[in-house]
Nanobody
């Protein structure tokens, strides 16, 4: 079994910053891509940022130049640094990872339980 646990969600004023960590644990041989998604009420879940094992990153246009994704491969942890937060960033933020549990197994996607980020105007 693989578990992903996010933390760091909070209520913050517009213009503020938050850092969300997410740690993967359990039976893990390797982790390919890791990413952050978010879902606001009434909206579909959307990709916020993604990072490969080698460190290549992808961002949603709405967060470019404000958010930074990074990872610590030794600790199976991915981070999302969020700066210049806006009320429209309010959502539940989910961590995801593509994990191989054994050397020759097919990678599967795993999700965290989500952490609430609320940005007040």
């Amino acid at each position: 079994q693989v578990q992903l646990v996010e933390s760091g969600g909070a209520l913050v004023q517009a213009g503020g910053s938050l850092r969300l960590p997410c740690e993967a644990s359990g039976t893990i041989f390797s982790i390919n891509a890791m990413g952050w998604y978010r879902q606001a009420p009434g909206n579909q879940r959307e990709l916020v940022a993604q990072i490969t094992t080698a460190g290549s990153t992808t961002y949603a246009d709405s967060v470019k130049d404000r958010f930074t994704i990074s990872r610590d491969n030794a600790k199976n942890t991915v981070f999302l640094q969020m700066n210049s937060l806006k009320p429209e960033d309010t959502a539940v933020y989910y961590c995801a990872a593509e994990v191989k549990v054994r050397r020759f197994s097919t990678p599967d996607d795993y999700w965290g339980q989500g952490t609430q980020v609320t940005v007040s105007s």
